[in-house]
């Protein structure tokens, strides 16, 4: 996916400031000029309001005017008039950073939630409940629950593995458990959850 990361103009007001000396066009005219607030966003999604800019511009010749051709007073001016000015930002400009702050809150309220219940898991095991293992390798995959009896946990390894954590989903079926099984103790399940080699625990309803 492309990520385009860049900054827009909303709300803006303008004035003229008298008495102007053009260095494009030499006449001695009026100064306009434009108060531009500006948010940033990321792929057309705003993000938060970051500053104001300010367009100068001869009321003779229509050209633009960059701020270093200014005469010194007119700077001092212009620096004036851009930080006084009032721009209140739309509540839209934030829509972005609240989504990114939704998504980061319901990521860690998942997150916890989810240890929480592993450990609940963890301590009482049932035939059906899945491991979510780290390998030697880097790689991931998940153990599947057959039998369990007093001292020991009965698992089909899947055989499949994932890059990531969460891709561990996506080959949690049933078909993907068949021939490699294997035994454990329950208290070698507790130290490979304590060592997060088993990362996760998760149950089907």
């Known amino acids: 996916m492309l990520f385009?990361?860049?900054t827009k103009s909303y709300n803006s007001n303008g004035g003229e400031i008298d008495n102007f000396n053009c260095p494009k066009?030499?006449?001695n005219t009026k100064l306009n000029y434009i108060v531009s607030g500006r948010y940033t966003f990321l792929t057309f999604i705003p993000l938060f309001p970051v500053d104001k800019e300010i367009l100068i511009f001869c009321d003779h010749c229509d050209e633009v005017i960059q701020y270093h051709q200014l005469e010194e007073n007119t700077k001092n001016e212009i620096k004036r008039i851009k930080k006084e000015s009032i721009l209140p930002a739309p509540f839209w400009t934030y829509t972005g950073s609240i989504a990114l702050a939704g998504a980061l809150f319901f990521g860690i309220y998942s997150y916890v939630n989810s240890n929480n219940n592993s450990k609940i898991y963890?301590?009482?095991?049932?035939v059906g409940d899945v491991y979510n293992v780290k390998m030697s390798n880097g790689f991931y995959t998940t153990y599947r629950i057959d039998?369990?009896?007093k001292d020991?946990?009965?698992v089909t390894v899947n055989d499949y593995q994932a890059y990531l954590p969460?891709?561990?989903d996506d080959i949690d079926t049933p078909e993907n458990y068949t021939d490699t099984k294997t035994k454990y103790s329950k208290q070698d399940?507790?130290?490979?959850f304590n060592?997060?080699?088993i990362y996760s625990i998760t149950r089907k309803e």
């Open 195 to 197: 060592k997060d080699e």
């Open 147 to 149: 039998k369990m009896s």
């Open 4 to 6: 385009i990361l860049g």
């Open 152 to 154: 020991s946990i009965f």
């Open 189 to 192: 399940i507790a130290n490979l």
């Open 122 to 126: 963890l301590q009482n095991p049932m």
């Open 25 to 27: 066009c030499f006449a």
């Open 166 to 168: 969460y891709e561990t």
